[in-house]
């Protein structure tokens, strides 16, 4: 629902994150003048964009519900009542997705889909006041204390709900027996954890650590859960860590160097949230700065960024997951998510000694009205950026029999395909065909244009095609845009094979790529849209 303007995420179209078929998410263009800085310089304008003239109002339910048109719209989010009326028409997802939080507590709708989003700062201007709240005589309230209230334009939340307890919740967790545990041991020289994650994890890894300013936070991820640790350490350490997979046994072993060889009597004092194990997307999104290393020219537009994670973090970026990056633009916080790819398509070298999980690789278009991507464009070799832990659904397990692996990809859209398709040819030992059908404008537009090719000649299982809709008199290729007809000889199951279908792109080419394919037969397991 509440959405911040310019910004793709979650539309269908995106490259961030994967859903089943089916589930998709409008987006529409915006007007001329109402990009995400359009905004920002709307609320600094000193325009009342409440209509109360400063005041903060408590609401109640029936006052909420008055306001539930186009050109008075109301919505609660936590228990804070906005006025999003003039935000209507810088909202991405378009006026229709506002007017569904009409009127409403919108918090369950803004959480399905962006509960990335800096909402507090993004309306701070749009602020109406709180709900008014009910006390039930059943349930006595909670002890409140200042550590745990915070302050919206400086207006007091609501009281904290009943706890968690009294409802059942949406999702039980896993066994008791299931929950991963820890155990530690010293040598002189160093620290090293022990995790047991009671399962098999992937080779690659599943742990982002980071050791900061002496706290070390540990979050391992397990398909839709997270085994959170975090600690104060009791004595100085180097900058550095060290992390090791046992894939088959689920085990990673977290190493630390003692800057004094002393004897630790424990790990350290618990921080927030330490030994949890809970639903990923219940957990707090932790960002930490990374700073520009490099930046090369892919296309005309469209640039590939190097950004060095701190030196003591680690952190494995999965197959299809995303980040988000976030900045600080004319005293507003703007965040977007981007998903990772690798150096190059073709690997001709292993990854040098270190580098592996201590520096990112973002593909990124820059849009003239995009306000991260310029922000990102204008830093400067060593100029920080902060960097979100890696979120979204996506697990290589749907790859797990494949057969045929199809790509439907226009644009940027191509990026959670490249390290799709290297997965898939070097580890998917099931894998006959991988064929990628990429939709461009124009020929300088295609991404990694060589490499593809290239893979394609070395590797007789990749096959690429290419589709130009405003195509110069030389191109020799296929020209249009994305049509049924199309994907009839495309999109091939031959008998005895299992196929998965990607796509991703613009929201009008994903919505016809999905349609696409499940008029020719493809089930909801087969097809997945990637999105923001």
């Given at each position: 629902?509440?959405?911040?303007?310019?910004?793709?995420?979650?539309?269908?179209?995106?490259?961030?994150?994967?859903?089943?078929?089916?589930?998709?998410?409008?987006?529409?263009?915006?007007?001329?003048?109402?990009?995400?800085?359009?905004?920002?310089?709307?609320?600094?304008?000193?325009?009342?964009?409440?209509?109360?003239?400063?005041?903060?109002?408590?609401?109640?339910?029936?006052?909420?519900?008055?306001?539930?048109?186009?050109?008075?719209?109301?919505?609660?989010?936590?228990?804070?009542?906005?006025?999003?009326?003039?935000?209507?028409?810088?909202?991405?997802?378009?006026?229709?997705?506002?007017?569904?939080?009409?009127?409403?507590?919108?918090?369950?709708?803004?959480?399905?889909?962006?509960?990335?989003?800096?909402?507090?700062?993004?309306?701070?201007?749009?602020?109406?006041?709180?709900?008014?709240?009910?006390?039930?005589?059943?349930?006595?309230?909670?002890?409140?204390?200042?550590?745990?209230?915070?302050?919206?334009?400086?207006?007091?939340?609501?009281?904290?709900?009943?706890?968690?307890?009294l409802e059942p919740p949406a999702a039980p967790l896993p066994p008791k027996d299931t929950r991963p545990r820890y155990d530690w041991f010293q040598t002189d020289a160093t620290v090293n954890i022990v995790l047991y994650t009671k399962r098999k994890i992937p080779a690659a890894g599943c742990a982002?650590?980071?050791?900061?300013?002496?706290?070390?936070?540990?979050?391992?991820?397990?398909?839709?859960?997270?085994?959170?640790?975090?600690?104060?350490?009791?004595?100085?350490?180097?900058?550095?860590?060290?992390?090791?997979?046992?894939?088959?046994?689920?085990?990673?072993?977290?190493?630390?160097?003692?800057?004094?060889?002393?004897?630790?009597?424990?790990?350290?004092?618990?921080?927030?949230?330490?030994?949890?194990?809970?639903?990923?997307?219940?957990?707090?999104?932790?960002?930490?700065?990374?700073?520009?290393?490099?930046?090369?020219?892919?296309?005309?537009?469209?640039?590939?960024?190097?950004?060095?994670?701190?030196?003591?973090?680690?952190?494995?970026?999965?197959?299809?997951?995303?980040?988000?990056?976030?900045?600080?633009?004319?005293?507003?916080?703007?965040?977007?998510?981007?998903?990772?790819?690798?150096?190059?398509?073709?690997?001709?070298?292993?990854?040098?000694?270190?580098?592996?999980?201590?520096?990112?690789?973002?593909?990124?278009?820059?849009?003239?009205?995009?306000?991260?991507?310029?922000?990102?464009?204008?830093?400067?070799?060593?100029?920080?950026?902060?960097?979100?832990?890696?979120?979204?659904?996506?697990?290589?397990?749907?790859?797990?029999?494949?057969?045929?692996?199809?790509?439907?990809?226009?644009?940027?859209?191509?990026?959670?395909?490249?390290?799709?398709?290297?997965?898939?040819?070097?580890?998917?030992?099931?894998?006959?065909?991988?064929?990628?059908?990429?939709?461009?404008?124009?020929?300088?537009?295609?991404?990694?244009?060589?490499?593809?090719?290239?893979?394609?000649?070395?590797?007789?299982?990749?096959?690429?095609?290419?589709?130009?809709?405003?195509?110069?008199?030389?191109?020799?290729?296929?020209?249009?845009?994305?049509?049924?007809?199309?994907?009839?000889?495309?999109?091939?199951?031959?008998?005895?094979?299992?196929?998965?279908?990607?796509?991703?792109?613009?929201?009008?080419?994903?919505?016809?790529?999905?349609?696409?394919?499940?008029?020719?037969?493809?089930?909801?397991?087969?097809?997945?849209?990637?999105?923001?």
């Amino acid at each position: 629902m509440l959405n911040v303007p310019s910004q793709s995420f979650p539309a269908v179209g995106s490259q961030q994150r994967v859903a089943p078929a089916g589930q998709s998410r409008n987006k529409v263009a915006l007007k001329p003048g109402h990009s995400l800085m359009d905004w920002i310089r709307l609320t600094k304008s000193g325009r009342d964009l409440t209509g109360l003239r400063g005041r903060l109002i408590e609401v109640t339910d029936e006052e909420l519900r008055k306001h539930n048109t186009r050109s008075d719209c109301w919505t609660c989010i936590r228990g804070m009542v906005y006025n999003v009326t003039a935000y209507m028409d810088f909202h991405p997802g378009g006026e229709e997705e506002l007017m569904r939080a009409a009127g409403i507590d919108g918090t369950d709708l803004f959480d399905q889909v962006h509960r990335w989003v800096n909402y507090e700062s993004m309306l701070k201007e749009c602020l109406v006041g709180r709900m008014a709240t009910k006390v039930s005589a059943g349930i006595r309230s909670q002890p409140e204390t200042e550590e745990t209230r915070t302050q919206v334009n400086g207006l007091t939340p609501p009281p904290v709900p009943p706890p968690p307890s009294l409802e059942p919740p949406a999702a039980p967790l896993p066994p008791k027996d299931t929950r991963p545990r820890y155990d530690w041991f010293q040598t002189d020289a160093t620290v090293n954890i022990v995790l047991y994650t009671k399962r098999k994890i992937p080779a690659a890894g599943c742990a982002v650590v980071d050791l900061i300013d002496g706290a070390l936070r540990i979050d391992v991820v397990l398909g839709k859960l997270s085994y959170l640790l975090h600690w104060r350490l009791p004595h100085e350490v180097e900058e550095r860590v060290s992390v090791h997979t046992a894939s088959a046994v689920g085990k990673i072993q977290v190493v630390l160097w003692k800057k004094a060889k002393c004897r630790w009597s424990a790990l350290g004092d618990p921080l927030e949230a330490n030994d949890t194990f809970e639903r990923r997307k219940d957990r707090r999104i932790f960002y930490r700065e990374c700073v520009l290393a490099s930046k090369t020219d892919v296309t005309h537009d469209t640039r590939l960024f190097c950004l060095r994670l701190p030196p003591g973090t680690h952190m494995h970026v999965p197959v299809g997951t995303h980040v988000y990056l976030k900045a600080s633009l004319t005293d507003s916080e703007v965040v977007k998510p981007y998903t990772p790819v690798e150096s190059a398509l073709l690997q001709e070298a292993p990854p040098t000694e270190g580098s592996e999980g201590s520096q990112l690789f973002l593909m990124v278009k820059i849009y003239p009205h995009g306000a991260l991507s310029h922000h990102l464009d204008s830093l400067q070799i060593g100029e920080a950026v902060c960097v979100s832990s890696p979120e979204g659904p996506f697990s290589l397990r749907q790859l797990r029999g494949v057969t045929h692996l199809y790509l439907l990809a226009a644009g940027t859209g191509f990026t959670p395909m490249a390290r799709l398709i290297r997965s898939a040819l070097t580890d998917l030992p099931t894998l006959r065909k991988s064929r990628l059908m990429f939709f461009n404008r124009q020929e300088r537009d295609i991404l990694w244009h060589t490499q593809l090719d290239q893979l394609a000649a070395r590797d007789n299982r990749f096959e690429v095609e290419y589709i130009l809709s405003e195509a110069s008199d030389s191109w020799t290729g296929r020209r249009g845009r994305i049509q049924a007809s199309m994907l009839t000889d495309f999109l091939v199951q031959p008998e005895g094979s299992k196929c998965l279908v990607c796509v991703c792109g613009p929201t009008a080419f994903t919505e016809l790529a999905v349609r696409f394919t499940q008029d020719l037969g493809f089930s909801d397991e087969e097809v997945h849209a990637f999105q923001g």
